[in-house]
């Protein structure tokens, strides 16, 4: 009976995780853009991602990041932002994941830089499929400035947030 207990509650835990990730995924897209170049944002329901991610595990984060890109894309009604957020948040998600291996939580702004490139190129590589045009490409080098940047601001950000909770994860 205790596991069904304990099941619950980390059901519950990543309920309020996706919860809070669409919630801050809403409120930033509120706030204009901090620099004038396209596709460049923070990035801050990626905390929650990596705040998962390091708190409980790849798969955990997996479920949190889907079912919150799902769930924006219909509140927001643009299925077309779906596929690019998708694409960049699995491409993230894929290398914070490896690369969580190498920094540990005191380090993770580092992981989360990674992840921001990482989401930046899926992003990329999803614009080529849809629009079948390479040119996009030239873009590269602007968002993967743009993605280290703001990544690691996520990362701080998640940092402090993972201190402060951590007596309460599990």
Not at 87 to 110: P, R, S
Request: charged share 10%; glycine share 8%; aromatic share 12%.
């Amino acid at each position: 009976m205790e596991l069904k207990k304990n099941n619950t509650r980390h059901t519950a835990v990543l309920a309020l995780l996706t919860a809070a990730a669409l919630i801050i995924f809403t409120l930033e897209s509120l706030i204009p853009p901090i620099v004038p170049i396209p596709g460049i944002k923070i990035g801050l329901a990626n905390i929650i991602t990596l705040f998962t991610l390091y708190a409980y595990s790849g798969k955990d984060a997996t479920a949190v990041l889907i079912l919150r890109i799902l769930l924006a894309a219909v509140f927001a009604g643009q299925i077309i932002s779906f596929w690019y957020s998708l694409a960049g948040g699995i491409m993230c998600l894929i290398a914070m994941n490896i690369f969580k291996i190498f920094f540990k939580e005191d380090k993770m702004m580092f992981t989360s830089a990674v992840g921001g490139i990482f989401h930046n190129m899926g992003q990329l590589g999803a614009a080529v499929l849809i629009t079948e045009n390479t040119a996009v490409l030239w873009y590269a080098p602007v968002l993967i400035l743009g993605g280290t940047i703001c990544g690691y601001f996520t990362g701080i950000i998640c940092s402090l947030v993972f201190v402060r909770l951590k007596g309460f994860i599990h």
